[in-house]
T-cell receptor
Framework: GESVGLHLPTLSVQEGDNSIINCAYSNSASDYFIWYKQESGKGPQFIIDIRSNMDKRQGQRVTVLLNKTVKHLSLQIAATQPGDSAVYFC????????FGKGTRLSVIA | DADVTQTPRNRITKTGKRIMLECSQTKGHDRMYWYRQDPGLGLRLIYYSFDVKDINKGEISDGYSVSRQAQAKFSLSLESAIPNQTALYFCATSDAGSSYEQYFGPGTRLTVT
């Protein structure tokens, strides 16, 4: 499958601020992307997905933005809380999924 | 009770030993997966199974084998463990209709000395 990568391996954010986690993909034909969250000591957990016919999708405190022109997507977390501290993975739809390497988000109290 | 369980949760074994990691699920999903996680390398797929009679190699299947004993059970075996198989192993499941939403177990930390 094509590579899915993240711009930064770590991100530190002050509690209450917004977080932005970025992800680049290389396959322009990719039509579906998924974000997972992995808390320390646990398995990854599905957060939100987005199809390529959308530019934006909102969930509870999270928003995914997709820019197909530059093959980039981002996960925005509003009012970041300590419980948001985790590693975040973007994944690109293949059968089966191809995961990126992950970005570790640390929330500073 | 957890929907996806893995046993053991931690295991230390010696080089050359055969070891089996087990995964069970109560979600009723047809699809099951085994991943390996190493620091800085993310999640890499070892094997996956779309139903009881289906087994497929993933990105890094060498040195591993699997058995899908039932819809709910998918085991991973290391025939002759080596130190570079030291890693965190995850089992996951998904429904056939939404196979990109995967449900992960808690992981098995394996150390090969």
């Amino acid at each position: 499958g094509e590579s899915v990568g993240l711009h930064l391996p770590t991100l530190s954010v002050q509690e209450g601020d917004n977080s932005i986690i970025n992800c680049a993909y290389s396959n322009s034909a990719s039509d579906y992307f998924i974000w997972y969250k992995q808390e320390s000591g646990k398995g990854p957990q599905f957060i939100i997905d987005i199809r390529s016919n959308m530019d934006k999708r909102q969930g509870q405190r999270v928003t995914v933005l997709l820019n197909k022109t530059v093959k980039h997507l981002s996960l925005q977390i509003a009012a970041t809380q300590p419980g948001d501290s985790a590693v975040y993975f973007c994944a690109e739809r293949y059968t089966p999924l191809v995961f990126g390497k992950g970005t570790r988000l640390s929330v500073i109290a | 009770d957890a929907d996806v369980t893995q046993t053991p949760r931690n295991r230390i074994t010696k080089t050359g030993k055969r070891i089996m990691l087990e995964c069970s699920q109560t979600k009723g999903h047809d699809r099951m997966y085994w991943y390996r996680q190493d620091p800085g390398l993310g999640l890499r797929l070892i094997y996956y199974s779309f139903d009881v009679k289906d087994i497929n190699k993933g990105e890094i299947s060498d040195g591993y084998s699997v058995s899908r004993q039932a819809q709910a059970k998918f085991s991973l075996s290391l025939e002759s463990a080596i130190p570079n198989q030291t890693a965190l192993y995850f089992c996951a499941t998904s429904d056939a209709g939404s196979s990109y939403e995967q449900y992960f177990g808690p992981g098995t930390r394996l150390t090969v000395t």
